[in-house]
């Protein structure tokens, strides 16, 4: 790892896939990423109302005329969204695959996933309502938060989003995705918030041939029972009063299923944070603020002759960082940070993660002749690249 970022493991779920780039002509099938299993919530998918043959809603029995009105209100809340939102959500076309994306102003910028654009810097942009695909160039891709800004050439007609505030979200709120599932366009799945504030990551994708992963950590992200599938990546995550409230990204898999994908888990990045983001792009043409703490060190996974994990093992310092100054140095290994035991590269992006420029993290060492120290290191910021 670079004083940019180590490539971490999911803490949230057994497996992950990215739910970016679906599978177009030429792409291959989306790759599976495996970790740690760890206690996965259930959920309940909420039930629509079924409706009878003249297209009111059905009873029964066992259900109180109390409810009837209830349901009715609901299924109109949610035609009433996806018919604010859904011109607003586009498909993202590249030469190896598909994602989805959110027109972000009239300017014709838009929002999606730095795993969709991949490598690509030429894109076909197709509105849910259909038309004439529209030829769109990169911005900017930020790939150390799996996000990145696109532009299309003729803005015309575009139908920007309305961002809602992501840190006012409940657990339990109903929540809709829209995008592009393995190319269907203009798809909607329904679902609630399951949990906040989850830290999850994806694998680094090293193949430069691929234009997979890259490799990020998305800390305070949305869990979501809604169906989120490959494809849908970069679309939106919407509240039922039409507000983009995150930016579906992730899904779990559950590898003793063979891999198959574990129902009602999927993760988004908070509104908050793609506005952020976005702005900064769409201003200077780059991120200028990444929020992201840094240690300033490139460090790689140590390995004891037990076959144990040791720490992490400096092999760079960066000239005037907070490792620098605080006594790090080369062939150091670093075992905790802040009282929590590191068990590889990994482990590292996900502590630093949780801390921001400017704090103060107690780093304790495994000196080359055996001896251990600990020391203070003010973090830095991480670069954008």
């Known amino acids: 790892m670079g004083e940019s970022t180590s490539r971490v493991a999911l803490l949230a779920a057994a497996a992950m896939m990215l739910a970016g780039c679906g599978q177009g002509a030429n792409s291959p099938p989306a790759d599976i990423f495996f970790g740690p299993p760890t206690e996965t919530p259930a959920v309940t998918p909420t039930a629509s109302p079924s409706t009878s043959p003249s297209g009111s809603p059905s009873t029964s029995p066992s259900r109180s005329a109390e409810a009837v009105p209830g349901a009715v209100a609901l299924e109109t809340a949610y035609e009433r969204v996806i018919t604010k939102v859904l011109p607003s959500i586009v498909q993202i076309t590249t030469a190896n695959g598909l994602g989805s994306g959110i027109v972000y102003d009239r300017a014709g910028h838009i929002i999606t996933n730095a795993h969709v654009v991949g490598r690509a810097n030429q894109f076909k942009v197709t509105l849910a309502t259909g038309g004439t ?137 908070p509104s908050n944070t793609a506005t952020d983001i976005a702005t900064q792009i769409v201003k200077d043409g780059k991120v200028t603020n990444t929020h992201r703490a840094a240690l300033g060190v490139t460090v790689q996974t140590v390995i004891g002759i037990d076959g144990r994990t040791v720490g992490v093992g400096v092999v760079r310092v960066s000239r005037g960082s907070g490792a620098e100054k605080a006594g790090i140095r080369v062939g150091d290994v670093i075992i905790s940070i802040n009282n929590v035991r590191l068990t590889g590269t990994q482990a590292l992006s996900e502590v630093l993660a949780t801390l921001n420029p400017g704090d103060r993290a107690k780093v304790q060492l495994l000196r080359p002749n055996g001896s251990t120290a600990t020391v203070t290191v003010i973090l830095g910021e991480l670069p954008s690249s």
Not at 176 to 201: D, K
């Open 133 to 269: 695909p529209r030829t769109a160039k990169l911005v900017e891709s930020f790939g150390l938060g799996d996000l990145a800004v696109i532009k299309v050439d003729d803005p015309e007609g575009l139908t920007p989003a309305v961002f809602g505030d992501s840190s006012k979200l409940r657990v339990g709120q109903i929540v809709l995705a829209m995008g592009n599932p393995l190319g269907l366009s203009g798809s909607v799945t329904n679902g609630i918030v399951s949990a906040l504030g989850r830290t999850v990551s994806e694998p680094q994708d090293d193949d430069p041939e691929d234009e997979g992963s890259p490799g990020a950590t998305i800390t305070g992200a949305i869990q979501t029972s809604a169906a989120i599938n490959p494809g849908n990546s970069g679309g939106a995550l919407v509240n039922l009063s039409g507000e983009v409230i995150g930016i579906p990204t992730l899904a779990a898999l559950n590898p003793e299923l063979g891999g198959g994908a574990a129902p009602g888990i999927g993760f988004a990045i």
